[in-house]
Nanobody, 123 residues
Framework: VQLQAFGGGLVQVGGSLRLSCAAS?????????MGWFRQAPGKEREFVAV???????GYTDSVKGRFTISRDNSKNTVYLQMNSLKPEDTAVYYC?????????????????WGQGTLVTVSS
C-alpha cells in the first residue's frame, strides 16, 4: 500500500485548496480509515480529519466548517477540500490510512503514510 499526497501550494488568506491523496493497493476495497494530519513549522504533527470506510467523518475543531474530507472510490483517491484558509493552516499536510481505529487522532494507529504536501497561507 502506498499513499501519495499532492495539491499543496501558496494561497492567500480566505482562499481555497484541494489536497488529494492517491492510494495504490487495497485501500478502499479493504475498508481502510483515511486520515489527514498536518505539521506546522516548529510544532508537532496534529490530526486534521478522518473518513471512515462507511462514509463517516470527523474533524479537529479548528477546521470544522471549513474543511471537508471525501473520497472517490473509482479513483482510489481521498480529498481534503480546504476553504476560508487562515495563516495558521500553514503546514505540511500528510494523508494516512488505518485498518482499524480506536482514536482517529492518534498517529500511531495509522498503518500507512504518504509524503507531505506543503500548504502556505499568506496574509
Amino acid at each position: 500500500v502506498q499513499l501519495q499526497a499532492f495539491g499543496g501550494g501558496l494561497v492567500q488568506v480566505g482562499g481555497s485548496l484541494r489536497l488529494s491523496c492517491a492510494a495504490s493497493g487495497p485501500i478502499f476495497g479493504g475498508r481502510y480509515y483515511m486520515g489527514w494530519f498536518r505539521q506546522a513549522p516548529g510544532k508537532e504533527r496534529e490530526f486534521v480529519a478522518v473518513l471512515t470506510w462507511s462514509g463517516g467523518s470527523g474533524y479537529t475543531d479548528s477546521v470544522k466548517g471549513r474543511f471537508t474530507i471525501s473520497r472517490d472510490n473509482s479513483k482510489n483517491t481521498v480529498y481534503l477540500q480546504m476553504n476560508s484558509l487562515k495563516p495558521e493552516d500553514t503546514a505540511v499536510y500528510y494523508c494516512a490510512a488505518a485498518r482499524r481505529l480506536a482514536d482517529s487522532s492518534r498517529q500511531d494507529e495509522y498503518d500507512y503514510w504518504g509524503q507531505g504536501t506543503l500548504v502556505t497561507v499568506s496574509s
